[in-house]
């Protein structure tokens, strides 16, 4: 099989899909994100989509959405930080969480609404149960099992760590053009593993249909390559909404302008393993190449980016947020709260690997932290 189909049914298959099971975030899971280390990475996204609201004009509806929600946290951290702004938060109509694990919706709704796993009650009539909920505050809360179901409204979007887990294609380049990494059954009895991955001896339809562009005529033999179509699919569609209906998008994940070589790997009790090991329940994730979702979103909106992490935190004043939470911290709160803060942004942890790059509506106003990049305008060659 395809590397792309082997990834969507160990991550997604509704059975036994890894993120179908539920909650495998935090220190008891796998993997840590940025809105669990600390809530000033939520605060200041929602700051910064803040600025992006008045950089577009402050329309009095608007819709907040997310790919990739996880547990609710960056959603609940940038809600708390822009309920302060009254015009904003008035503007609000709703939030939508893009989100296909009914596991993952239940952690969210708990999260972001008060409503605690344990008094679940699946109704409705679809297969997900849980398709919305109102927050004490009084937003109301609606799930999503892909982008393209978001209501046509203006609309702040971000994804933290999304396009990471989408699928791709793997190909080598040999001496007779490029071939596609396929998964097999292993043949070996002393492998550890039952999977194995072969070269396909012939081209095969992805190859022709991805690799086989004159973009890649340069590489040689032996040169590696990763392709996600379903990642240029949903930037493209997140542009294409944008320029319908206005707003902004916001993605951030660890990744490069120009990706090459093998990135695909597994990651189990925060600790990196092999790809083939006990697949359904090992995280697979995969560079992201910015350079090509800019691609996708062609010239429906203006793209910025990718700049690291740590500019984007350090743009949206991440330490007068840390001076201030200080204040009023003591003991090992102040500990953890540096200790937070270097996490995030040192280039020897989160700061570099992770990048962030933007879309907003053609001419409107440079936003934050982008302001050194140019808006890409025209459609590259890819």
Same mark, same amino acid.
Request: hydrophobic letters at 40%.
């Given at each position: 099989?395809?590397?792309?189909?082997?990834?969507?049914?160990?991550?997604?298959?509704?059975?036994?899909?890894?993120?179908?099971?539920?909650?495998?975030?935090?220190?008891?899971?796998?993997?840590?994100?940025?809105?669990?280390?600390?809530?000033?990475?939520?605060?200041?996204?929602?700051?910064?989509?803040?600025?992006?609201?008045?950089?577009?004009?402050?329309?009095?509806?608007?819709?907040?959405?997310?790919?990739?929600?996880?547990?609710?946290?960056?959603?609940?951290?940038?809600?708390?930080?822009?309920?302060?702004?009254?015009?904003?938060?008035?503007?609000?109509?709703?939030?939508?969480?893009?989100?296909?694990?009914?596991?993952?919706?239940?952690?969210?709704?708990?999260?972001?609404?008060?409503?605690?796993?344990?008094?679940?009650?699946?109704?409705?009539?679809?297969?997900?149960?849980?398709?919305?909920?109102?927050?004490?505050?009084?937003?109301?809360?609606?799930?999503?099992?892909?982008?393209?179901?978001?209501?046509?409204?203006?609309?702040?979007?971000?994804?933290?760590?999304?396009?990471?887990?989408?699928? !791709?294609? $793997?190909?080598?380049? #040999?001496?007779?053009?490029?071939?596609?990494?396929? %998964? @097999? &059954?292993?043949? *070996?009895?002393?492998?550890?593993?039952?999977?194995?991955?072969?070269?396909?001896?012939?081209?095969?339809?992805?190859?022709?249909?991805?690799?086989?562009?004159?973009?890649?005529?340069?590489?040689?033999?032996?040169?590696?390559?990763?392709?996600?179509?379903?990642?240029?699919?949903?930037?493209?569609?997140?542009?294409?909404?944008?320029?319908?209906?206005?707003?902004?998008?916001?993605?951030?994940?660890?990744?490069?302008?120009?990706?090459?070589?093998?990135?695909?790997?597994? !990651?189990? $009790?925060?600790?990196? #393993?092999?790809?083939?090991?006990?697949?359904?329940? %090992? @995280? &697979?994730?995969? *560079?992201?190449?910015?350079?090509?979702?800019?691609?996708?979103?062609?010239?429906?909106?203006?793209?910025?980016?990718?700049?690291?992490?740590?500019?984007?935190?350090?743009?949206?004043?991440?330490?007068?947020?840390?001076?201030?939470?200080?204040?009023?911290?003591?003991?090992?709160?102040?500990?953890?709260?540096?200790?937070?803060?270097?996490?995030?942004?040192?280039?020897?942890?989160?700061?570099?690997?992770?990048?962030?790059?933007?879309?907003?509506?053609?001419?409107?106003? !440079?936003?934050?932290?982008?302001?050194?990049?140019?808006?890409?305008?025209?459609?590259?060659?890819?």
């Amino acid at each position: 099989m395809s590397v792309a189909h082997f990834m969507r049914q160990v991550l997604v298959n509704p059975l036994s899909g890894y993120y179908m099971k539920g909650d495998v975030f935090g220190a008891e899971g796998d993997f840590i994100t940025s809105p669990e280390i600390s809530q000033m990475f939520g605060e200041l996204l929602g700051i910064w989509f803040l600025v992006q609201w008045q950089n577009i004009g402050k329309p009095s509806s608007i819709q907040i959405a997310e790919l990739g929600p996880g547990r609710g946290t960056l959603m609940m951290d940038m809600l708390r930080a822009v309920s302060r702004f009254k015009d904003f938060r008035n503007a609000i109509s709703g939030i939508h969480l893009i989100e296909a694990s009914p596991g993952l919706r239940r952690v969210q709704r708990e999260r972001l609404c008060g409503i605690p796993v344990s008094e679940e009650q699946i109704g409705g009539g679809s297969r997900e149960g849980i398709t919305s909920a109102v927050r004490p505050d009084g937003l109301q809360i609606s799930w999503h099992d892909v982008f393209d179901d978001l209501p046509d409204e203006c609309s702040l979007i971000v994804a933290h760590e999304f396009f990471d887990a989408l699928p !791709i294609y $793997k190909f080598e380049k #040999t001496e007779e053009g490029w071939r596609e990494l396929v %998964v @097999d &059954l292993e043949v *070996d009895p002393a492998s550890p593993y039952h999977l194995r991955f072969v070269l396909a001896p012939g081209p095969t339809q992805a190859s022709k249909a991805f690799a086989e562009h004159p973009a890649y005529d340069h590489f040689k033999p032996g040169d590696r390559i990763e392709i996600s179509p379903d990642s240029f699919r949903v930037a493209h569609e997140i542009a294409k909404h944008i320029h319908k209906n206005t707003g902004s998008a916001l993605i951030i994940d660890y990744g490069k302008d120009h990706v090459q070589g093998d990135t695909l790997r597994g !990651i189990h $009790k925060h600790a990196f #393993t092999h790809v083939l090991t006990q697949p359904g329940r %090992v @995280d &697979l994730s995969a *560079d992201v190449d910015f350079e090509y979702l800019k691609q996708a979103a062609g010239e429906l909106v203006d793209s910025y980016g990718s700049i690291t992490q740590a500019h984007l935190l350090h743009s949206l004043g991440i330490g007068a947020r840390l001076d201030m939470l200080l204040a009023k911290a003591a003991g090992h709160r102040r500990e953890t709260l540096i200790s937070s803060y270097h996490r995030l942004v040192d280039p020897k942890e989160m700061g570099s690997v992770y990048r962030a790059m933007a879309m907003t509506p053609r001419g409107s106003p !440079i936003p934050i932290a982008f302001e050194l990049q140019q808006p890409r305008l025209k459609s590259s060659k890819l």
